[in-house]
């Protein structure tokens, strides 16, 4: 094979790259505290996960696993906490690519908070042409869930 064809080969499939995606920020009439404290345990997220597009899904605590339409079998764990802040997620076990998912908090007033999650994923350029749109998807609808729970 020539040097430029294996070049643009390892470009394709086997160079790794951060890509980053993120939610549009949303507002929620709920104290900050009172939304870190239920996104920091998976054990309340079966109720924000919608059903027709989230299946499989189970949780212990600071991990769970779940199947996400167009994306495939999904881990995550709980890394990092920054009290009433910051919630960081990792990938865990068998997953199409390595990432991390924040969640981040902003209280603006009593009872007036803002949302926004963060996805970092370790993705090569094809994957990432590929996955692009079922990420931000899939972002777009668990940020609208956490949104629109009743905390």
Known sequence: MCKQASTWLAFLFGSRMNAK???????????????????????????????????????????????????GEVGLRIVEKELHKTIKYTAEGKTPFNFFLWVQLKEVAESDSRLK??????????????????????????ADGMAAHKY
């Open 117 to 142: 999650l963060t996805i970092k994923a370790d993705l090569n350029p094809m994957l990432k042409m590929v996955a692009a749109g079922p990420i931000k998807k899939f972002l777009e609808m668990l």
């Open 21 to 71: 995606f993120e939610s549009s920020i949303k507002a929620i009439p709920y104290p900050q505290e009172r939304i870190f404290s239920f996104l920091a345990d998976f054990d309340h997220f079966g109720d924000l996960v919608p059903k027709d597009k989230i299946s499989n899904w189970s949780s212990q605590g600071d991990s769970c696993r779940f199947t996400v339409d167009g994306i």
